[in-house]
């Protein structure tokens, strides 16, 4: 995979939007907006 597609997998850029979140939790989550638009 590349580079991009890695860093969404280990949580660092929102699996949805590919916007950076800021953390590092070694998979694959939403960013903030995200989890907000989902819950609607």
């Not at 890695?6 to 903030?32: A, F, N, Q, R």
Request: overall charge negative.
């Amino acid at each position: 995979m590349g580079e991009f597609a890695d860093l969404i997998l280990e949580g660092v850029y929102c699996e949805s939007c590919g916007c950076y979140t800021g953390e590092e939790p070694g998979y694959p989550i939403k960013c903030e907006d995200c989890r907000e638009e989902g819950d609607e």
